[in-house]
């Protein structure tokens, strides 16, 4: 079974950082891209960034280019979102999500429940 | 204000059949066949429909159907089930620096 459990969100005041985890299991972590995806209270979803199988490939949306940056390890089966210069809209749920294929044109077939991230003073 | 344009909401009676439109431009819709649909219950994680606009994962029923003419991808649920009420998004690979983009979502509400 398809598991992904994502860790690291809290309350951070503007500008700080945070690191996002996500822990895979039940698939053969290095054979797939990764996204993550999040979701403003309330809002829709809003794709932030994938990775490719080997890391070879990686894409950002325009809103966080430059702010976040997405990394695998695939020995520890492990995702990663490292999100400096924090802003109160980068608040939301993250999800972490696995795709259907190893490149980032794949679609996220499966999703982890997402880790609640507050950017507030 | 999303990249790809859905209804805010549709409806439908269970039995029915419903269709929820997905438009956008041809640098992503209509450039590729990377168009997927999810659904999301209130308080869960999205859920995957249908991929590659017509592609049904294992597990989720014949009555979900995907396609796409032009710049406009399409869902359609038919035979309608009270289980089916939830948000529906589409999303589409773009040529964009940002590669993926979803639609705004639409609330389907089985009456």
């Known amino acids: 079974e398809v598991q992904l459990v994502e860790s690291g969100g809290g309350l951070v005041q503007p500008g700080r950082s945070l690191r996002l985890s996500c822990a895979a299991s039940g698939f053969t972590f290095d054979d797939y891209a990764m996204h993550w995806v999040r979701q403003a209270p309330g809002k829709g979803l809003e794709w932030v960034s994938g990775?490719?199988?080997?890391?070879?490939?990686?894409g950002y949306a325009d809103s966080v280019k430059g702010r976040f940056t997405i990394s695998r390890d695939n020995a520890k089966n492990s995702l990663y979102l490292q999100m400096n210069s924090l802003r109160a809209e980068d608040t939301a749920l993250y999800y972490c999500a696995k795709a259907l294929g190893w490149g980032l044109s794949n679609s996220a077939d499966y999703w982890g429940q997402g880790t609640l991230v507050t950017v507030s003073s | 204000q999303s990249a790809l344009t859905q209804p805010a909401s549709v409806s439908g009676s269970p039995g029915q059949s419903i269709t929820i439109s997905c438009t956008g431009t041809?640098?992503?819709?209509?450039?590729?066949?990377?168009v997927s649909w999810y659904q999301q219950h209130p308080g869960k994680a999205p859920k995957l429909m249908i991929y590659e606009v017509s592609n049904r994962p294992s597990g989720v029923p014949d009555r979900f159907s995907g396609s796409k003419s032009g710049n406009t991808a399409s869902l359609t649920i038919s035979g309608l089930q009270a289980e089916d009420e939830a948000d529906y998004y589409c999303s589409s690979y773009t040529s964009s620096s940002t590669l993926w983009v979803f639609g705004g979502g639409t609330k389907l509400t089985v009456l």
């Open positions: 990775i490719s199988w080997n890391s070879g490939s990686i």
């Open positions: 041809s640098s992503d819709v209509g450039g590729y066949n990377y």
